[in-house]
């Protein structure tokens, strides 16, 4: 069935019109004669060494440049006039010097940098959607650099973030599914919503159906720069961005280059205690490659970068491969004016996930069912952890995941005087989804007795198979080549204002909107028998927001924000087959909620108690709209779901206190306290009986999660810099009658599922030479004290409770060679981030980057 783009093209047209009509009526800035240079060089303050890939611009211009490998730098074009230079650099105190040009001629300014702690030099973007200084900065946010995300041979989103302060991420293996909470936000729910918004040089990169981010499948090969904004964010982020923002930032070249690289690895042996079959003369093998090419040429930058990956997989069925390209240009229409093309297309395939083999212990009981046998029975699964690699049946081991992730988005920016500019904005996101679930010519049939059954019921097995199996719905069963796909392209736009009202008043406003057109064979509101049958229904966004951060004093600001979102589907009732009923039992039900809309306001206030201590305070209300995955779903793999045409929108109150420290040069520190109190959180729950598992989205709970986190960095000699990260979360289910949400089979029913009370990570990098540098890094994440799928009150074989360790090592060879060894997972730690999901064990990986 075809996309419903005729119901897309009137708003597009409509959005197109208002972009253009405002590009039109503009003031075009008077053009000054004569262009001038700049240039010079910029060292270390400390050894005079040259200072490479450090950024010099001239503030409210499109004009600048990066320094070179000898510290030169060369900004050219410059119309006659005065202006003020600012140079950034990574582990360097920001500089700002006021200059002048006279026309025709080049001006020299030589400058050097002093070395500071990489979190006191930040210059950070997300917080408020322009350029601020961290000690100004009103609300948590945390930055990894491009230095920290090559660390690893071709890095995925999820590896570059894992060790963030209140960040923590659930992982099952291949391409199945990824969770990334930030304090807290999501729950381990196979790929349904999801808290956390991400984006790709400020364009959406979550799938509009499910929410999700495939996290392990953004490449970051081409990133410059990833910030982390923590809390409610929804103000200036709109729906989803409850939890927090990832933002990733694409890099450009500051002249001509071709960089390329590849590394190949292989998984260590499991401990003689495992007898996995998958391992049995077996070694995994993993590899990655890339090539790219960019150049800095007049008023043209671009960078365009291929990458590849393959894995063999730590287990079975936990193989993927992926290709990436992505490319970013930036054409400078003037000195105040340029058009900016961020593009990317993944093109990912894996194995889909299930837990590993278990035994099932049968009691048998009286019937509490009218439509089952005239037994009923009580189960508890036993895992068979010395085979956690292997998959629980082999009906599932060769399900295939593939994904289809394209980006295609365009600014226009222009500076229309030294107090106002503006930022408009064209995008275009496809997302597709496709599981394959029986790639064999044969129907496979799922039975209770591939999991090896312990029955103590007194009740023949042959009966107790053949009642479970009764009472099991069809979807668990697959036929030769039964799939599920889902299809998401979306359409958007957005123009935003930036404008210096005053020496008081800083305003930005901004307009954005989009449309998504769905075509889905899992998510639909319709119900038609069979699979692989896709139905349409279409998603339109629209939001407005303003911004205004006002100099209270010289020490106090207050950054005042107000979001206005609505959010509305084209259906308005679900019909669906009720997978609790025996049979076919079809029901039709309005949807009650088909649009929701929601005012966010925040409140953020930074004081600077000194040049180099600042206190920070922000209350603010965010909301999310359920996704059509959560409104409509009918199945997820394995279990079956019911759609529910009552959902609505969750919303959140969040309060948060925090300090950031300079306590020199070598140290700073940061503490933040948080308080997030959820109503109407939507999330699945179980309403059928075993082993006809079927759940349904609800809003079903109240809850409050508060914390603390940490952060210190330290650059005790200069070439010696180390981090420390620190989070305690404390999540709780306030809506009364506990387990809601954990489920009463836990030892503490009232604490939220997936959500661990203690995380912390350690980085440390050495320096001995100029060429050699050395890495260990690690990450701690203590036992979870809930979860939902296998609870048991002796907490037997929950996730977390593990410490990881990697070590790794960068030689220059020459200049434009260097040679790289990593060593993940030191210990051959045998750990689990999601639950019955065996995370990888030990792996070795030797790579070289070549840049010419």
């Given amino acids: 069935m075809e996309n419903k783009y005729y119901q897309a093209l009137p708003p597009v047209r409509l959005l197109l019109t208002i972009f253009l009509l405002t590009l039109l009526l503009l003031p075009q800035p008077a053009k000054a004669a004569g262009p001038g240079s700049l240039k010079g060089t910029i060292t270390d303050k400390t050894d005079s060494e040259a200072v490479i890939g450090a950024s010099a611009m001239l503030e409210n211009t499109t004009l600048g440049s990066a320094s070179d490998i000898e510290g030169n730098y060369t900004i050219q074009n410059i119309p006659a006039g005065t202006y003020r230079l600012k140079v950034n650099a990574i582990g360097y105190s920001p500089f700002f010097e006021t200059i002048t040009v006279n026309a025709g001629e080049t001006t020299t300014i030589n400058l050097q940098l002093e070395q500071t702690t990489v979190m006191a030099s930040e210059i950070v973007v997300g917080a408020a959607l322009y350029e601020q200084d961290r000690l100004e900065v009103p609300i948590t946010l945390s930055s990894v650099s491009r230095e920290e995300i090559a660390r690893e041979p071709s890095s995925s989103l999820d590896r570059a973030v894992e060790t963030v302060p209140g960040v923590n991420v659930i992982r099952s293996a291949g391409l199945s599914n990824t969770g990334l909470q930030i304090r807290g936000s999501n729950t381990f729910q196979g790929g349904l919503g999801t808290r956390v918004v991400g984006l790709y040089d400020g364009f959406p990169i979550n799938n509009p159906i499910t929410g999700e981010i495939a996290w392990n499948t953004v490449n970051m090969n081409a990133a410059e720069k990833i910030e982390v904004i923590k809390g409610a964010s929804s103000a200036l982020y709109g729906s989803q961005a409850m939890g927090g923002v990832v933002s990733v930032i694409g890099s450009m070249p500051s002249e001509f280059e071709i960089k390329a690289g590849a590394s190949l690895g292989f998984y260590d042996d499991p401990p003689d205690s495992d007898r996995s079959a998958y391992r049995d003369d077996h070694t995994p093998w993993l590899w990655n490659s890339y090539f790219g090419i960019g150049d800095k040429n007049g008023p043209l930058t671009y960078n365009l970068l291929y990458s590849h990956a393959e894995d063999d997989g730590h287990r079975e069925n936990s193989q993927y491969f992926l290709n990436d390209i992505k490319f970013k240009g930036r054409y400078d229409l003037s000195s105040s004016e340029y058009l900016q093309v961020t593009a990317f297309y993944s093109d990912s395939e894996g194995g889909y996930i299930n837990t590993w083999p278990y035994r099932v212990d049968v009691i048998a009981g009286p019937p509490t069912s009218p439509y089952g046998p005239p037994f009923s029975v009580e189960t508890k699964p036993y ?470």
């Fill in 383 to 852: 895992p068979f952890t010395d085979q956690a690699l292997d998959q629980r049946d082999d009906v599932y081991a060769d399900d295939i995941t593939k994904r289809e992730n394209a980006l295609v988005g365009v600014n226009y920016v222009n500076m229309l005087r030294d107090n106002l500019s503006l930022d408009a904005r064209l995008y275009y996101t496809r997302n597709k989804t496709r599981i394959e679930y029986n790639p064999t010519d044969k129907t496979q049939v799922w039975s209770p007795e591939y999991n090896i059954i312990d029955n103590t019921s007194g009740v023949p097995d042959a009966v107790i198979i053949g009642a479970l199996e009764s009472m099991l719905p069809p979807i668990y069963n697959r036929e030769p080549g039964q799939f599920a796909e889902n299809i998401a392209n979306r359409y958007g736009a957005g123009i935003r204002l930036d404008y210096q009202a005053s020496d008081m008043h800083r305003l930005l406003f901004g307009v954005d909107g989009n449309i998504v057109d769905i075509s889905t064979t899992q998510y639909k509101p319709v119900y038609v028998p069979g699979w692989g049958i896709l139905g349409d229904i279409q998603e339109k966004n629209a939001s407005l927001f303003i911004q205004d951060e006002v100099d209270l004093t010289n020490r106090l600001t207050a950054l005042l924000s107000l979001r206005y979102d609505w959010n509305n589907i084209d259906a308005d009732e679900v019909v669906y087959r009720d997978y609790t009923q025996p049979g076919t039992v079809i029901v039709s039900a309005p949807i009650e909620n088909q649009s929701v809309d929601a005012l966010s306001p925040r409140v953020a206030l930074n004081y600077r108690i000194t040049d180099d201590v600042a206190l920070r305070a922000s209350w603010g209300k965010s909301f999310r709209a359920p996704s059509v995955a959560e409104r409509f779903v009918t199945d997820a793999g394995l279990f079956p779901g019911n759609p529910n045409p009552a959902l609505d929108k969750e919303k959140m109150t969040a309060y948060e206190a925090g300090v950031f420290m300079k306590l020199s040069d070598r140290v700073s520190f940061d503490l933040a306290g948080y308080i997030n109190d959820y109503t109407d959180l939507i999330e699945s729950r179980n309403i059928g009986s075993f082993p006809a598992i079927v759940f349904e989205y609800d809003n079903i709970a109240e809850a409050r999660i508060w914390g603390i986190e940490t952060a210190l960095n330290i650059r005790p000699v200069d070439p010696v810099s180390v981090s420390i990260g620190y989070a305690y979360m404390n999540a709780k289910d306030k809506s009364g009658g506990a387990g809601s949400l954990a489920g009463a089979g836990n030892p503490d029913p009232e604490w939220l599922a997936y959500r661990p009370e203690h995380t912390a990570s350690l980085s440390a990098t050495w320096k001995p030479t100029n060429r050699l540098a050395l890495n260990t890094n690690g990450r701690y994440v203590s036992e979870y004290k809930s979860v939902s799928s296998y609870p048991n009150l002796e907490r037997s074989n929950y996730p977390g409770d593990f410490i990881v360790f990697n070590a790794g090592a960068k030689y220059k060879i020459t200049d434009n060679l260097t040679g790289s060894f990593l060593c993940k997972n030191i210990t051959n730690e045998q750990y689990e981030e999601g639950e019955w999901f065996r995370a990888p064990g030990r792996s070795f990986i030797f790579g070289f980057d070549f840049v010419y």
